[in-house]
């Protein structure tokens, strides 16, 4: 007989905590229990059925089961469920080859009904470019909003991320759900770093967990309200075929009894969401302070020096407009030089993916009256050949570091690195 995928549950005020089968364990694939916080929500986890309050931890535990071989139990069925499950797994099966991804996760019990539907609909939200216009290009269905915080954020850039959010929900007359989680790092990403991932370079998180891992720890809340839809903001687009663990293929299968995840804006590149977000405001819609950093220190929400925060200052720019007035703390001369400087100093990493997005930067620029004259001049002659070659260099570096080096020293020079960068922020403010 097949264990239970979840071995436990513990509801705790507005607190879920998770425990997985004894298995993931074993194998050290868990760092720490899953646990979703919900009291900055309008929902009461007490209420939830729990079957609904199941699914976060089955989205995110589902995929490692599969890798694993591990045969394990859902307690109720659910068809669209099951079959937007197989469908997943089909994917992850094609993207990643080299992988085994067995059908080990089986369904037993009883039928869910489906719960009544009032046609409202939620958006994952996270401060950034894709969720941003995702919201926009929805905004007539009055979509509620879903921000996630993560557990391993800076508590300053936590504050300053839910401030902004709550500043952007007010302006568009919208309810804003925050929920607080470690969903990004309870599992022990180090040993779930597949070949196959470490031949796209991406990690499990990005590879595979993090489309179906986001979009279901809003289940709960969309039993709650009624929802009949979730939108996940797309990343990429059509043309770009890296694998990616949040893609149509994937998202638009996530369902669960009433409700179902939508890949949002695939038709649209992220230099066009900056430009529908420029050009395509509501009347009256002030400017969105943006948050785009993926590491975010000194109590900021945006560093305003890595390459991601760069680069959407730089779209910014393309479209004519002040990164200052997008929640970036550098003015348009400020930051075309800091974008400079850190190409020609060989600071800027950027890989498959962040060369197609330069490339679409570099287009629009080319053909944007609005682009400052001495940021369309460098993008003209800006070659990322060499930029993307070196960053490839330094990825397997630190791929072999990964998989040799013990998890202390790893996590020792992350901080040095991490503390090195706040440096950098810091002296920069002054």
């Known amino acids: 007989m097949a264990r239970p995928l979840v071995a436990s549950m513990n509801v705790k005020g507005a607190t879920v905590t998770y425990e997985a089968a004894q298995g993931f364990h074993d194998r050290g694939l868990i760092r720490e229990p899953l646990f979703i916080d919900y009291s900055n929500t309008e929902i009461d986890p007490s209420q939830v059925p729990r079957e609904f309050l199941l699914l976060p931890a089955i989205f995110n535990l589902a995929p490692v089961a599969w890798a694993w071989g591990f045969e394990l139990e859902v307690p109720f069925r659910c068809k669209s469920m099951q079959q937007g499950l197989d469908e997943i797994r089909r994917e992850f099966a094609r993207l990643y080859p080299q992988t085994t991804w067995h059908d ?12 009544e ?6 958006a994952m939200y996270s401060g950034g470019v894709d969720s941003v216009a995702t919201i926009l290009r929805h905004l007539e269905e009055k979509p509620e909003l879903v921000l996630l915080e993560m557990s391993r954020t800076e508590a300053a850039a936590k504050v300053n991320a839910r401030q902004r959010a709550q500043q952007f929900a007010a302006s568009l007359d919208l309810i804003l759900h925050v929920v ?17 991932l470490q031949k796209e370079r991406i990690s499990w998180w990005s590879g595979v967990q993090h489309g179906p891992g986001i979009s279901a720890t809003a289940a709960p809340i969309a039993w709650a309200n009624g929802a009949d839809r979730v939108y996940l903001a797309a990343s990429y687009t059509k043309t770009f075929q890296s694998p990616w663990g949040s893609a149509p293929e994937i998202d638009d299968h996530v369902a669960w009894p009433g409700t179902r995840v939508i890949h949002d804006s695939f038709d649209w590149s992220r230099q066009e969401k900056l430009r529908h977000l420029v050009h395509d405001r509501p009347s009256g819609w002030s400017r969105p302070f943006l948050a785009v950093c993926t590491r975010p220190l000194a109590g900021q929400v945006n560093c305003s020096r890595c390459e991601k925060c760069l680069r959407t200052m730089t779209g910014l720019m393309a479209e004519g407009e002040s990164p200052a007035d997008w929640g970036f703390d550098a003015d348009i001369e400020t930051a075309i030089d800091r974008v400079t400087s850190a190409f020609e100093k060989n600071k800027v990493g950027i890989l498959d993916d962040q060369v197609f997005m330069w490339t679409d930067i570099q ?9 400052p004259p001495r940021l369309c001049g460098f993008l003209a002659q800006l070659n990322l050949e060499p930029h993307y070659a070196r960053t490839m260099r330094k990825t397997r570096l630190m791929i072999a570091a990964r998989t040799m080096l013990p998890l202390p020293l790893l996590n020792l020079l992350r901080g040095y690195k991490n503390r090195k960068r706040e440096r950098a922020i810091r002296a920069g403010h002054h």
């Open 104 to 115: 080990s996760v089986s369904f037993s019990g009883v039928e869910l009904d489906n719960p």
């Open 117 to 122: 539907s009032r046609g409202n609909a939620l």
């Open 180 to 196: 607080s989680t470690n969903v990004g790092s309870f599992l022990d990403q180090r040993n779930l770093y597949l070949p196959d």
């Open 363 to 371: 287009r629009r620029a080319e053909n944007s009256e609005s682009c």
